[in-house]
């Protein structure tokens, strides 16, 4: 007797379709798995055994050979344990032949029966429903996660016995009714309102929300910087389903989704503290994990205090910043994770605070300013595309009673300005102006006469490299957005330029 059951497999976010068969033959009793399983699918032998045993199933009294296909393709861990028992379920004529044929089985079995959670169920669910599976059965406390795609039914599964009992004694197990997302949930945290002054840097904020623009605010102790950062959550665009997908697979291989919100609809904004690893930042670890740069995929990545991070950490987020991917390469093979950010950071300007204040005094030497400052090497510097000064809050500020611009009005120019983004980059992997391909360039961000004069002057004047010129020309696109100007004109370029003017000021000694 033969018999096949399909399940799915995965390497980083790639899912891959694994079909477990099953023979069973009238010899002397004996169970083997092989298809390059690992020590933990080998090891299921005796959870599915002891599954069986506990739960009051007969295990079959014969010689069973489990093939895991594609055989040449490394199967790793407990997911393929459910699709292993189904098929033993089939073996004993539990589950028919015909009731398995559009279906796929994920999860893994405990030593009692019950089915427990595995990770990356979302990325797994999708590719069952491309495949043309009608029907989808995974540990009961995933089903919410595995919800979130259409077109598949999802059935959660507790136990074995509930699984049994869902085909032989036609029990039926609920299927979880699909995940209505919602993309309107209000961000908690700070509002722009409650943040006095700071208009330059608020504005700057604006942009950097508008075309997920990399930025960097530098000013005094307790200027408002990691205040403004709390608050960019409050103004960031709506996520499309797309990047909620594409965001909510990280979280599903780190097994972080929350079930009352199994999908990501609100962006990320990772905030990890400065003593992290280069791997909790990048991503890696002997079993390879989502490192936080992944987790802010489609989001932001806010890294306070800048020069404090691991002079190495900061290094290795170039590449990923680049790419919008990082790699990681590991014995057992490489994988790749989403890191596509608007990367934020703050930081002083020196060891003390005030260098480059107004009234008070900085008391560090040159030199300790200098070292402080070469933290951040010119390539990251040059990474981020709008450098802004949050300044020191002026007394007349903070002590007026008058509200400022609250973050539902400054969010809803940020949205008009990304919707016209989301209708110019349709059909590409482009997701906002930040991240435009060198071979669009000319054709998206289209200047008037003014406008190329004025970056010609900008360009001789500062020195600039090639990426500059690049980065200037795009934030100038999100500033034409922002009004909604099709060409762009020399206010957005030398708005743009503004933006870059900072490191001339820090960093040019
Ligand atoms: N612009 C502002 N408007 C209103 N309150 C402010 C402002 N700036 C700072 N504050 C007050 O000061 C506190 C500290 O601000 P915040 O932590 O943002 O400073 P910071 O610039 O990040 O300082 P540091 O460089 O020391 O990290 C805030 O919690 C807030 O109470
Ligand atoms: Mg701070």
Known sequence: MFYKVKSMGLTGLNAFPVTAEIEGSSELPDFQIIGL?????????????????????????????VNLAPADVRKTGTVHDLAIAAALCMVQGWIKKSAVENAAFIGEVSLGGEIRAVRGVLPMTILAQKLGCSEIFVPADNAAEASVVSGIKVYGVPDLRTLVAHFYFKKKITPQPEYQPDFEQAADGCDFCDIKGQELAKRALEVAAAGGHNALLIGPPGSGKSMLAKALPSILPRMTFDEAISATNVYSVAGEIDPEHPLITSRPFRAPHHTVSTAGLSGGGTIPRPGEISLAHNGVLFLDELPEFSRNALEILRQPLEDGKVTISRAAGTVTYPSSVML???????????YGHPTRKCTCGAKKVENYLSRIS?????????????????FSDLASKEKAEPSSAIRERVQAARD????RFAGTDITCNAKITPDMMSEVCVMTNDAKDALKTVFEAFGLSARAYDKILKVARTAADLENSELIEDRHIIEAAGYRTLDRKYWAT
């Open 37 to 65: 399983a690992d020590a933990a699918v080998r090891e299921c032998r005796e959870r599915l055994k002891s599954a069986f045993r506990t739960t009051g199933l007969n295990f079959p009294e014969q010689r069973v050979v």
């Open 344 to 354: 934020l950071a703050a930081m002083n300007p020196c060891p003390c605070g005030y």
């Open 378 to 394: 010119g390539p990251l510097l040059d990474r981020l595309d709008i450098h802004c000064e949050a300044a020191a809050v002026e």
């Open 420 to 423: 016209i983004q989301n209708r």
